[in-house]
C-alpha cells in the first residue's frame, strides 16, 4: 500500500515508566475492547495543523515509527505517572473517554502540567510492529502548516511528504499504521496520579480502579456547545 502524502506522523519509545512493548500490549486491550479504537498520548498540540489536515483529506492516518535514540531518563524512571481523565475535543466539546481505556503520561508534582494531547485512532489490524513493508525518509517530511523541516523535538507532527534526491538521511520504518477518527484529536485534563506498581498490572483492572477513583473523586465536566466557524 502506497503512503499517504499527507499524514499524522508519530515516533514512539519508552514512555511514562513502560518500555513499549508493555505500552503496545496495553493498546492493544484497549483496541479489542473498543472495537478497532484506541487513544494514543501525545505531547504536543497539533490542534490547527490537525485542522489543515482533515481539510486535505477525507481519510486522514497516523503512521508509526520507533524512535532511534535512546529514551530519555525521565521516560525510563518519570518522578511520577497519571492518567488523564477528561478530554475535550477540537471544538472544545466534551468528549466522554470509554472506560477501558486510559492515556498516561510522566508526572511531575514540582512542575505539574494542566493538559496532554492524544490522537483518536483505529484499527482492524492488531497493534504489534512486524517488518516494515515501507520507510519514510525524514529529509522527505515537511510541517504541513509551515512547510519546515521535521525538527528533532517533534515527537508527533502533521507532515506532507516532497520527493527528495538526497540520500544522507535516517530512514524510519513504519511499524504501526492506523487511521484517525472522529473526534481526531483530543485535550487531556484531570490528571489522576496512579501507583508506580499499577504500571505493571493487568491494565484492564488498573483501568477500572482509576475511573472508578475519577468517579468518586470529580463531579462531570459540564458539556461545552460549539458553533460552526463563520
Same mark, same amino acid.
Request: glycine letters at 4%; proline letters at 10%; aromatic letters at 8%.
Given at each position: 500500500?502506497?503512503?499517504?502524502?499527507?499524514?499524522?506522523?508519530?515516533?514512539?519509545?519508552?514512555?511514562?515508566?513502560?518500555?513499549?512493548?508493555?505500552?503496545?500490549?496495553?493498546?492493544?486491550?484497549?483496541?479489542?475492547?473498543?472495537?478497532?479504537?484506541?487513544?494514543?498520548?501525545?505531547?504536543?498540540?497539533?490542534?490547527?495543523?490537525?485542522?489543515?489536515?482533515?481539510?486535505?483529506?477525507?481519510?486522514?492516518?497516523?503512521?508509526?515509527?520507533?524512535?532511534?535514540?535512546?529514551?530519555?531518563?525521565?521516560?525510563?524512571?518519570?518522578?511520577?505517572?497519571?492518567?488523564?481523565?477528561?478530554?475535550?475535543?477540537?471544538?472544545?466539546?466534551?468528549?466522554?473517554?470509554?472506560?477501558?481505556?486510559?492515556?498516561?503520561?510522566?508526572?511531575?508534582?514540582?512542575?505539574?502540567?494542566?493538559?496532554?494531547?492524544?490522537?483518536?485512532?483505529?484499527?482492524?489490524?492488531?497493534?504489534?510492529?512486524?517488518?516494515?513493508?515501507?520507510?519514510?525518509?525524514?529529509?522527505? *517530511? /515537511?510541517?504541513? !502548516?509551515?512547510?519546515?523541516?521535521? %525538527?528533532?523535538?517533534?515527537?508527533? #507532527?502533521? =507532515?506532507? $511528504?516532497? +520527493?527528495?534526491?538526497?540520500?544522507?538521511?535516517?530512514?524510519?520504518?513504519?511499524?504501526?499504521?492506523?487511521?484517525?477518527?472522529?473526534?481526531?484529536?483530543?485535550? *487531556? /485534563?484531570?490528571? !489522576?496520579?496512579?501507583?508506580?506498581? %499499577?504500571?505493571?498490572?493487568?491494565? #484492564?483492572? =488498573?483501568? $477500572?480502579? +482509576?475511573?472508578?477513583?475519577?468517579?468518586?473523586?470529580?463531579?462531570?465536566?459540564?458539556?461545552?456547545?460549539?458553533?460552526?466557524?463563520?
Amino acid at each position: 500500500m502506497s503512503l499517504p502524502e499527507c499524514f499524522c506522523w508519530s515516533r514512539f519509545g519508552t514512555e511514562a515508566g513502560q518500555p513499549i512493548e508493555e505500552i503496545l500490549d496495553r493498546k492493544e486491550q484497549e483496541r479489542v475492547a473498543n472495537g478497532g479504537m484506541f487513544f494514543w498520548g501525545i505531547g504536543n498540540a497539533l490542534g490547527p495543523s490537525m485542522r489543515e489536515l482533515l481539510r486535505r483529506t477525507r481519510d486522514p492516518e497516523v503512521l508509526f515509527s520507533p524512535m532511534k535514540s535512546a529514551p530519555r531518563a525521565e521516560d525510563v524512571a518519570p518522578p511520577a505517572v497519571v492518567a488523564w481523565t477528561s478530554a475535550e475535543t477540537l471544538n472544545g466539546d466534551f468528549y466522554p473517554l470509554p472506560n477501558c481505556s486510559l492515556v498516561t503520561s510522566g508526572h511531575d508534582p514540582l512542575a505539574p502540567k494542566g493538559t496532554h494531547y492524544a490522537l483518536v485512532c483505529f484499527s482492524d489490524n492488531p497493534l504489534v510492529t512486524s517488518p516494515p513493508e515501507k520507510k519514510i525518509a525524514l529529509t522527505e *517530511l /515537511r510541517n504541513l !502548516l509551515t512547510g519546515r523541516p521535521i %525538527a528533532a523535538s517533534q515527537t508527533t #507532527a502533521v =507532515v506532507e $511528504r516532497q +520527493a527528495t534526491d538526497r540520500l544522507d538521511t535516517p530512514m524510519y520504518e513504519i511499524a504501526i499504521r492506523a487511521r484517525l477518527v472522529h473526534p481526531y484529536f483530543l485535550t *487531556l /485534563r484531570d490528571p !489522576l496520579l496512579l501507583s508506580e506498581t %499499577a504500571l505493571h498490572l493487568d491494565w #484492564a483492572a =488498573v483501568a $477500572r480502579e +482509576a475511573w472508578q477513583r475519577r468517579k468518586v473523586n470529580h463531579s462531570p465536566r459540564p458539556l461545552r456547545l460549539s458553533f460552526p466557524e463563520a
